[in-house]
């Protein structure tokens, strides 16, 4: 039976993987069917109000104080948290790398994920880290949790089956997955070697934008966002649990594999979304909107329309818009945008960001089309053009993204990326029609 999913964003959801598992009308029964154990599992204070309240009940062959020994100190130095300064040393600019490698030694994503940039603070549940993975084996008898933050993964190559507490999600290239802070999960290649990227948002979870005079619909549409069905797995052999925890990883030794939750209900739960299901709204006379317009979760900060992390997707989309400059407009942004490509190419950057590999431009640094991007873009005849087979993103945050030593000193960096606007000529001659040869 292939994996099932439950339809909804941020629904109050209930799944049972054994009939009656799931007690009706109360969470915590004397004596829960099964003999299984009651657990709460909170993704928001208590108190939060209805709108931002998040908790699942889950029920499960043991409490997850059993899935927890003493803890010892483990290291992954390539994943780092904010705040992580100074530890390179290369000057500020645009910058763009190729794709991470595949690797050739065993490596699990544990020890495959490469933190390129952090921003803000985790321990004060503010900011993000943008990262690259690559790895070419599957996860068996370790398992991890994030206490820092929920997780976005937006693979690149190959698929990955994520099995986590709640049940199992499977996705490839072209959808993405959310694993909310604090689920246990374990990760497995579902055919070749794995490669794409990671944001880490240490603040409030992803939401879906307001659509404001947009309406009901279009953009992500909540019925496309889909979590798993209760799901378990009762094994018993040796089994590691590792935990990223204010920066720090510790691991456990434990007897049983701790993904053992029979049956749950509530709306703290991991999802997944195909990235093709996206409506995207846009140009239909003219100019080039702000790429707000292609939100598909934003991760508020508490300030209004200032996020943590907006999640924006550049998908395949007619451009129609008359006496239009269509590409990206020339920009300095307060917000610093990391992007990454998943497939075919991004109009302003046709040559140079290439799927799988990266570009940031930090806060208030001028970026925008590369020299023959802006040639060709002056030059076009403004027909309407399909933006076919190409997915681009960008993790976008109001705080500065300060750089990894890794992704200062890989040699994916590209020495030449800003050398990309050396041929934008001046064009102003004192003439009203300036000089466009
Ligand atoms: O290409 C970029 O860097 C991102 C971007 C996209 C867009 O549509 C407008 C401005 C902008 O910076
Ligand atoms: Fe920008």
């Not at 993704?43 to 709108?51: D, I, W």
């Not at 990391?338 to 930090?362: R, T």
């Amino acid at each position: 039976m292939g994996v099932q999913y439950m339809p909804g964003f941020g629904n109050d959801f209930e799944t049972e993987s054994l009939p009656g598992a799931l007690p009706q009308g109360q969470n915590s029964p004397q004596r829960p069917a099964y003999g299984l154990y009651a657990e709460q599992l909170s993704g928001s204070p208590f108190t939060a109000p209805r709108g931002t309240n998040e908790r699942s009940w889950l029920y499960r062959i043991r409490p997850s104080v059993k899935h927890t020994g003493r803890f010892s100190a483990v290291r992954f130095d390539s994943w780092k948290s904010a705040p992580n300064l100074g530890d390179h040393e290369l000057a500020l600019g645009q910058l763009r790398w190729n794709p991470m490698p595949l690797p050739n030694a065993e490596t699990d994503f544990l020890a495959g994920v490469h933190t390129m940039t952090t921003a803000g603070d985790a321990q004060g549940q503010a900011g993000m880290a943008t990262h690259v993975y690559a790895f070419n084996s599957s996860m068996v008898d370790d398992y991890f949790f994030n206490a820092d933050g929920e997780l976005l993964l937006v693979p690149q190559e190959g698929g990955l089956r994520l099995k986590t507490e709640m049940g199992i999600i499977e996705i490839q290239p072209g959808e993405i997955a959310i694993l909310p802070r604090g689920m246990i999960f374990q990760v497995e290649l579902m055919s070749g070697p794995a490669r794409g990227y990671m944001c880490e948002n240490y603040g409030a979870k992803f939401t879906l934008p307001d659509r404001g005079p947009i309406g009901a619909n279009c953009l992500a549409n909540p019925r496309d966002f889909k979590t798993p069905v209760a799901w378990y797995e009762d094994k018993e052999r040796p089994c590691r649990l590792f935990v990223k925890w204010c920066g720090q990883f510790h691991v456990t030794e434990i007897g049983h594999s701790p993904l053992d939750v029979v049956a749950w209900h509530g709306n703290y739960a991991p999802y997944k979304y195909d990235l093709s299901t996206y409506s995207p709204v846009g140009a239909i006379l003219f100019d080039h909107p702000d790429p707000s317009i292609f939100t598909v979760l934003t991760a508020p900060s508490g300030e209004e329309g200032t996020a943590n992390i907006d999640f924006v997707i550049f998908p395949p989309r007619w451009m129609v818009a008359e006496h239009t400059f269509r590409p990206p407009w020339y920009h300095r942004n307060i917000m610093s945008e990391f992007m990454g490509l998943i497939k075919g190419q991004y109009d302003a950057k046709e040559e140079g960001f290439v799927p799988g590999g990266a570009s940031l431009h930090n806060m208030m640094l001028p970026h925008g089309p590369d020299a023959f991007g802006f040639d060709k873009a002056t030059k076009a005849e403004l027909k309407p053009v399909k933006l076919e087979d190409t997915m681009a993103f960008m993790f976008e945050t109001r705080f500065p993204q300060h750089l990894t030593r890794y992704a200062a000193e890989t040699d994916t960096l590209q020495d030449n990326y800003i050398d990309c606007w050396n041929d934008l000529k001046k064009r102003f001659n004192g003439t009203p029609e300036g000089d466009w040869s």
